[in-house]
């Protein structure tokens, strides 16, 4: 027994009664065995038109009404440019170094015997230290100039991931029109 949230994509153009006939029969099937009848409620298709997919997951989360709502929004569909390619392309690189960055156990390959925790004082030695956190408090070991690279890196992921999400909103505005329908129902 669950609470399932799931999201589709239709065009523009698709009959609206087949589209809520064919997602509350996916909704039924989904449970068989408990009976499930379908989705709780009928769609509500709302007339506003988002700049992206993202922003019609945002304005659906905006205006949904609760558990079991199910809502539907059109949104301009992605056109893939070279600069979207690009920045994807960045980010991914971005998000590898970023993770990298932070699974280095910044103690491994310490000289010093024992290493104190900053928070607790605790002091721990060297060879059993196999994370950037302290064994006692849990808090992080790293000193501030390891964080800073770590913070660097994350805010470089950001700021691609706002650099991409523009990019494709000013892509899709040559893109055809989409229905993001989310639908909810109990298995």
């Known amino acids: 027994m669950s609470h399932n949230i799931e999201h589709f994509i239709f065009n523009e153009n698709a009959d609206k009664v087949k589209v809520e006939a064919d997602l509350n029969n ?9 009976g499930s009848t379908g989705l709780g409620s009928k769609i509500r ?5 988002c700049d992206s997919e993202a922003d019609a997951h945002d304005y659906i989360e ?4 609760g558990l079991y709502d199910q809502v539907a929004v059109r949104f301009r569909g992605p056109v893939e440019t ?4 690009d920045l994807q392309n960045r980010l991914l ?17 310490a000289k010093a015997a024992f290493i104190s925790c900053p928070h607790c004082k605790s002091k721990i030695a060297q060879p059993y ?5 302290c064994p006692v408090c849990h ?7 390891a964080l800073d690279k770590v913070q660097k890196a994350a805010q470089k992921c950001r700021d691609l991931e706002e650099k991409l999400r523009q990019a494709e909103r000013d892509a ?10 989310k639908i909810e129902y109990h298995t």
């Open 62 to 65: 905006s205006v949904d009404k």
């Open 129 to 133: 230290i196999k994370t950037n956190f």
């Open 26 to 34: 996916y909704a039924a099937m989904s449970n068989r065995g408990e």
């Open 45 to 49: 298709w709302l007339n506003k038109i």
């Open 172 to 181: 899709a505005q040559k893109g055809d029109i989409k229905w993001l329908v």
């Open 82 to 85: 070279a600069k979207t390619r």
């Open 139 to 145: 808090a992080d070991l790293r000193p501030a100039s």
């Open 93 to 109: 690189v971005a998000r590898g170094k970023a993770k990298e960055v932070n699974a280095v156990v910044h103690f491994a390959s």
